[in-house]
């Protein structure tokens, strides 16, 4: 059951690299089509995220967002194009090495409802570790490796603000949203992987706790230089990121080829 | 093995429902193992009914036949065996003993029969076991009679007790043999065999109550008083049928031809284990049907579990979700959700082995001295286990149902849920 990469991707390596290359992300002449939905597709001639970059995409729900995270994430293929992430055009790879590819090198915050109801809060930061050797590793490479990932998971959680007295407890039932937000964030951050997707993460949060939250979010990410592309509709994010860019710019929606 | 845990937490996460189709299925289960003891201790004891002897002689009719109303008390013998035969027969060298068996007389529904003192020796039922008094003796006097446990249990009979014997079989006999009372002399105690439901009393007294009858009608003005027939010669002209050991078991089928082939009279000799087997492949095909339906539980308690995990798929695609955000293969969700219908089914049949042996603990001496049903608590077979393992097996294939939809379900939405 442990999904050991059977050739690990160059980038999990943790062996000193050359001059980091410039691109986190890559996409090219990506071409993606809905199965079913009716000619639902759309096209991405060129899109590209530094490294290191904080990167938030502004569009309306409806345009394409999520399917550009799951590209983005490989979760999904597209039927032409490349995407290179970190060197690794993750188009070609297989959907079981793209699944090992997302584990070991991405970390993601949905909108809301993030954790798993039934595993403890600290159970949920823990989780990516369980699929990623990579991100274990980096975490905690000696002997009592569990007792390191759990002490990394509770700075974490400390850090973001989660009281230790939370971090044993149930995670959905007595958190508040903004707690969940930040335990994910928790889960996210585990392991260091190199590039953060965050999708409408402080939509459920209140003017306060945005703010809040997306600092500590951009501050644990600073520590291990990961980059950070987060989707959003609301404007109000603007000055917390490097460059801001409308999806609409990006992705071309084909809409009723049939 | 983190789809193990996951497995495990989402389901106490879910523990009143879970609990449900585990003890759903530990019932199941329980059930087919309950019926299986049964069918086997049913089948042990029926076997059990008679052990020890090795031959049954009666007038020429069919094995089952015989077995039935010489030792099950069901039915009729159509013709007797003259009592120069008998005589002939237990002369043989071969045997060892031979005990007659007299019927056609009841007492308020119970089958009565005449014997003799030999009965009480050589009678085996259950691996041998001889039959034993609760209270009193066997015959001591003409007019003693011997009950069974359930005729005494049933009539309130004591010791010491008069009881008429009627003529015929009938539970309202219309020619009672009022003018000799028999006293009752012994009880024996539970057999779990006929035995329990039969009135024993001695041969010359089914001949003494019968001796001013003809043609099963008393010779009208010819009255025999109870104390005058005591001089009187009561060797009975007949008998129904004859049990019989032998000093050697290997003499047993050529004895069996001797008697089939007899010059005298047509009669026919049973070895009782064969025509109990016979009988058994008749009776048989219930406990078939018994098994079917608990088979049929079994298989309910499973789609119980499987229409139960599909239920929570939709409410549990966002679980999914996040799964697959972390890095988890469809075939991980595929593995959780097998997993879940692995962990219930074989929670549940642990469980109901257990419930099984509690029960069987509890239940063991009632349904034993109830109903002559022996049922012995012990490890269960290889059979039992195998039985035990394909209905986990069997749950993990209908756990693939769900999970196979969670599985198109995940690829579908990846990680994004449109609720």
């Not at chain 1, 050359?18 to 009716?38: D, E, K, M, S, Y």
């Not at chain 1, 490349?82 to 090992?100: E, H, M």
């Not at chain 1, 595993?119 to 930061?125: F, G, I, Q, T, Y």
Request: net charge neutral; charged share 20%.
């Amino acid at each position: 059951m442990n999904p050991r990469p059977a050739i690990a991707p160059a980038a999990s390596d943790p062996a000193p690299q050359p001059a980091a290359p410039p691109n986190a992300i890559v996409l090219a002449g990506v071409r993606f089509q809905w199965p079913g939905q009716a000619g639902f597709g759309l096209t991405i001639e060129h899109f590209a995220v530094e490294r290191g970059e904080r990167l938030l995409i502004l569009g309306p729900s409806g345009s394409g967002k999520s399917t550009l995270l799951s590209l983005l994430c490989g979760v999904i293929a597209p039927q032409a194009g490349s995407v290179v992430v970190l060197d690794t055009d993750i188009a070609r790879l297989s959907s079981v090495a793209r699944d090992r590819f997302r584990a070991d090198h991405f970390g993601i915050v949905f909108q809301m409802f993030n954790l798993l109801p039934y595993a403890s809060v600290l159970d949920n930061v823990l989780l990516p570790l369980h699929f990623s050797e990579a991100r274990r590793r980096r975490v905690a490479a000696g002997r009592s490796a569990e007792a390191e990932a759990e002490a990394e998971a509770r700075r974490l959680l400390n850090r973001l603000g989660l009281e230790a007295a939370l971090h044993d407890g149930p995670s959905s039932a007595t958190l508040s949203v903004g707690q969940q937000q930040r335990v994910a964030a928790a889960r996210a951050l585990i392991g260091a992987p190199e590039i953060i997707v965050a999708d409408e993460p402080t939509s459920a949060l209140d003017q306060t706790h945005r703010q809040a939250f997306l600092e500590l979010l951009f501050q644990e990410a600073a520590r291990v230089g990961a980059t950070i592309v987060t989707v959003s509709h609301d404007e109000g994010l603007r000055p917390y990121f490097d460059r801001v860019v409308p999806l609409d710019s990006i992705v071309a929606i084909d809409r009723g080829r049939t | 093995m983190i789809v193990g845990r996951l497995a495990l937490k989402s389901l106490a996460n879910r523990w009143p429902t879970a609990l449900l189709t585990v003890f759903g299925i530990a019932l199941s289960v329980m059930l087919l193992l309950g019926v299986e003891k049964v069918r086997n201790g049913a089948r042990q004891s029926f076997t059990d009914t008679i052990s020890g002897t090795d031959l049954i002689v009666g007038a020429r009719t069919g094995e089952v036949q015989l077995l039935l109303y010489s030792i099950f008390r069901i039915g009729d013998a159509t013709n007797t065996i003259a009592w120069k035969s008998y005589s002939e027969i237990a002369a043989f060298p071969e045997i060892a003993w031979i005990v007659p068996i007299a019927l056609g007389d009841s007492h308020r529904g119970f089958r009565v029969m005449g014997t003799n003192g030999a009965y009480f020796e050589h009678y085996r039922f259950r691996r041998g076991q001889s039959l034993t008094f609760a209270a009193g003796g066997p015959f001591a006097d003409l007019f003693d009679a011997v009950l069974g446990a359930d005729v005494a249990a049933a009539l309130g009979y004591r010791l010491g007790d008069p009881i008429v014997i009627g003529h015929g079989i009938g539970s309202t006999s219309f020619a009672p043999h009022e003018d000799k009372p028999f006293r009752v002399a012994g009880i024996l105690t539970k057999t779990g065999t006929p035995v329990d439901r039969t009135v024993h009393v001695g041969l010359d007294g089914i001949e003494a109550i019968h001796i001013d009858w003809q043609s099963g009608a008393r010779i009208p003005g010819q009255g025999v008083g109870a104390e005058q027939v005591r001089g009187m010669d009561l060797t009975p002209d007949a008998v129904t049928a004859a049990m019989i050991g032998l000093h050697s078991r290997l003499d047993a089928l050529r004895l069996q031809r001797l008697i089939n082939t007899y010059g005298e009279e047509p009669l026919s000799a049973i070895l009782p284990g064969a025509a109990l087997q016979q009988l058994w492949s008749l009776v048989g095909t219930a406990e078939t049907a018994l098994a079917a339906v608990s088979f049929m539980v079994v298989l309910t308690a499973i789609l119980g579990m499987v229409t139960t995990i599909l239920s929570t798929l939709n409410e549990r695609r966002r679980e999914m979700a996040i799964l697959r955000s972390v890095g988890a293969r469809p075939a991980t969700i595929l593995g959780l959700l097998t997993a879940e219908a692995g962990i219930l089914t074989a929670a549940g049949v642990t469980l109901g082995g257990a419930l099984l042996y509690v029960v069987l603990w509890f239940a063991r001496p009632i349904v034993d001295s109830r109903y002559g049903l022996y049922l012995p608590i012990e490890a269960p077979a290889v059979d039992e286990l195998a039985s035990l393992a394909a209905i986990v097996v069997g749950g993990v294939l209908a756990g693939l149902v769900p999970a196979l939809r969670a599985f198109r379900l995940s690829l579908a939405d990846g990680m994004i849920v449109k609720t």
